[in-house]
């Protein structure tokens, strides 16, 4: 596992923006997927959006948030970005980031960002 930096977030009215950035300083890590999940309260964990390694970059997005939220990668960077427009007050929840790699040719495993609030309120 790595250690990985969430920041962004916060709060914005409907209609709004915002902008997460993750990454991980770890030179070793070898990455093979990145993205977020987010969770309201008393809701389950769902995936937002990731972008994974395969013929370039592929990206997955929920039904929810397409159209509106993009993933994006850093070319030989391990630091990912979710741009998140016209925000909806049902957006509200913590983003978390995770990564799926490996080091040093190890097997593939997942690290969590430490999460981050995004409120959409008027």
């Known amino acids: 596992q790595v250690q990985l930096v969430e920041s962004g977030g916060g709060l914005v009215q409907p209609g709004g923006s915002l902008r997460l950035s993750c990454a991980t300083s770890e030179s070793r890590f070898e990455f093979n997927a990145m993205g977020w999940y987010r969770q309201a309260p008393g809701m389950q964990r769902e995936l937002v959006g990731s972008?994974?390694?395969?013929?370039?970059?592929?990206?997955t997005y929920a039904d929810s948030v397409k159209g509106r939220f993009t993933v994006s990668k850093v070319y030989g960077k391990n630091t990912v970005y979710l741009q998140m427009n016209s925000l909806k007050p049902e957006d509200t929840a913590v983003y978390y980031c995770f990564a799926d790699g490996s080091l040093d040719l190890g097997p593939s495993q997942r690290s969590w960002g430490q999460g981050a609030q995004v409120t959409v309120s008027s």
């Open positions: 972008i994974a390694k395969g013929y370039g970059y592929t990206t």
